[in-house]
Structures are given as structure tokens and as C-alpha cells.
């Protein structure tokens, strides 16, 4: 065979193998299966910057809160004595009054000659009383004589008290310090005995009234101090209109419910010397019975968990967030009172929405919800 044709059939043999070992492979070993039911190990979230504020429990009050009003700790309708024609009314209607002014005065008429008579009829009993005695004394007159002429003296006696006192009705006066509320009689007007003249009302101290439901009535003592939020009126001058506080003491506790409500009557006596605050306002009392440790925070950093539970989220040691319930003991304008927690906190403030229970966080100080 020709050397060269040899030569040319090895190179080709040898193309041929060239080019099919490129499209032959070894198998492929096949990977150990799963477990049955396994779920893929979750990868931990990067750890999120969030702010926080530490924060220490400090003593809250403990306070009663009672929605009421303002009214008058003296309220007086006076009614008329005797009869009579109204001939003075001296003093107008919510005009200042001091205790014996003269508010009504009816017509005198035969009145002190009625009492000149009683006094000239007592004159003569005491001097037939003293006969009677002197000719008993000598046994010239019974016993049974000198008591009629006695019990005559002693009728005389009550007449003249009786036309003092007649005449002493006629002026109708204030009975103690206060605000002439009502006057229903005009000049004029003839009154009957028994018939209303006037209404006189004591709004200094003022009292400030709520009821108590059956939990907070044992808490309240009277003696105890308090405030009193007033609503509007001339006493409601505060920011916004808001209404103005007043320092008080409890006067009064009920002791027995109002079986209608089944609340209890709680009055706060509130000093008012220039009046300014009228009976009927709106009021809030805000009684407090005692202390306990709380923290306060803003609204904004309360968080509701998945079975409705409230709580704030806080940073532990480990720098990972903390879920933690709280009760919620009272709320003011600016912040809540709360219960449940450590004595001291790591409160995230700003950036609790976005991150969980157990997830890893970069805490930065700084203000936030922790309320002053």
C-alpha cells in the first residue's frame, strides 16, 4: 500500500476522534434527595437601624377621673311669712348679696298698731299678775286666782312676740352670703304666706359634682384633695378654650348608690371668691388616690400583635427586638401610662413597623416616643 495514502487515513482516523470527544460526557452523578418535607432553612433579615430612647419607670398618680358639673353649695328659695303687698325690692335679679340684706319688703299696714296693742296688753297683765300675787300673800286671794292672772301674762307675753315677729316678716332678707338667683314678685304683687320671693344661691365655695362607679367609690375618701377641669362659662379660660383648673377638697362621699344609675354622689368643693364660675358648667374631676411605677410614652410607639395584644417593641441585650404587653393605665394629652414593663427599657421609638420579634436591629439613640 502507498505509504502517503496510509499517512492520510491515520490523520483523518484521528480528526474524526477529535471532534466526537467533544460531544460525549460522563453521566452525571445524581444528588443525595431532600428529606421528605424539609422546608429550606429561612435566611435572618440584615440587621435594620431603628431609634430608641431609654427609658426608667417612674411613680404615676393614680388618679380617678369623673365627668360632672358646677353647682352652687347653697341654694335657698325663700317664701313669703305673711301676707302682704310687695312695696320694695330693693335688689335686682344676680346682683351680689351679703347675709341680712333686704331683698323683698312688704306692705306694714295696721301691723305695728297690732303690736302697740300687744305691748299695751301685756303692761296691764303684769300689773294684775303682781296684784294677784301681793293679795295672795296676804290670803285675800286663791291660788286658783293667782294662776288665771298668770297664765293671762303669759298670753300677753306670746302676742307681743307673736306682732314682733309679724312685723319682722314683712322684710324678706338674704340669709347668708350669695347671689340673688331668682325673683318671681314685682312692686306691686300681693303674696300669699307660703308664696316663693326669692331664690338665693352660695357659689363661694362652688361644688363640683361627678359619680363614682362601684370600683373607684372605694378609692375616694372625703378630705382628699383634687381638680376640677372647667368647661366653658366665665370660670373656662384656658388655652383654647379648653376650660381652666381648680384646686379642691372632697366634701362629700356617698355612702349609699343612686339606684337609678347605681353610681355614687362625689362632691369637690372648690374655693370661688369672685365668683367667676357659675353652677350648671360642664366639669371633669380628676381625683387621685395614690402612686405607682409606670412609664410614659408617646401613642406612636404602641404596637398591636397578631392576636390583638398591645405592646411596645424593645431592644435586649443582644440587640434584637422584644415584644412586650403592656396595660395601658391612664392617658393624658400628651402621652400613656403604662404597666407590664421592666424597670428599664430599650424603646424603639422610630422604626418598629419594619421590623419583628427576634430580628436583629442597629439601635440609635436619640428622641422619639419616650414622652417627658
Known sequence: MNRSVVIAGLVTVAAVAWVLSGQIRPAAVPAAPEPEGAAPAPEEPAARAVRVARLAARPMTDTVVLQGRTEASRSVELRAEVRGRVEAVPVPRGAAVTQGDVLVRLAVNDREAQLDQARALLEQRRIE????????????????????????????????????????????????????????????????????????????????????SERQVGNLRAGGSGTARIIGGAGGGGAGGGGSDAEGTIAYVAAVADPATRTFRVELE???????????????????????????????????????????????????????????????????????????????????????????????????????
Open 129 to 212: 299678775h303682781r296684784a294677784a300675787r301681793s293679795l295672795n300673800t296676804r290670803g285675800h286671794n286663791t291660788d286658783i286666782q293667782l294662776a288665771q292672772a298668770a297664765a293671762a301674762l303669759e298670753a300677753a307675753q306670746a302676742a307681743v312676740r307673736k306682732a314682733e315677729v309679724d312685723l319682722a316678716n314683712t322684710v324678706i332678707r338674704a340669709p347668708f352670703d350669695g347671689v340673688l338667683d331668682r325673683r318671681p314678685v314685682e312692686l306691686g304683687d300681693f303674696l300669699d304666706t307660703g308664696n316663693p320671693v326669692a331664690t338665693v344661691v352660695d357659689l363661694d365655695p362652688v361644688r363640683v359634682v361627678g359619680f363614682a
Open 270 to 372: 372648690v374655693p370661688n371668691p369672685d365668683r367667676r364660675i357659675v353652677a350648671g358648667l360642664t366639669a371633669q374631676l380628676r381625683l387621685p388616690v395614690g402612686e405607682r411605677p409606670g412609664h410614659f410614652v408617646s401613642p406612636s410607639v404602641l404596637s398591636l400583635a397578631d392576636d390583638g395584644t398591645i405592646g411596645v417593641k424593645v431592644v435586649d441585650g443582644d440587640r434584637r427586638v422584644r415584644f412586650l404587653p403592656v396595660q395601658i393605665l391612664a392617658t393624658e394629652p400628651d402621652g400613656v401610662w403604662l404597666a407590664g414593663l421592666p424597670h428599664d427599657i430599650v424603646l424603639i421609638t422610630v422604626g418598629h413597623e419594619f421590623v419583628a420579634a427576634g430580628n436583629p436591629v442597629v439601635p440609635v439613640e436619640g428622641a422619639g416616643g419616650g414622652a417627658t
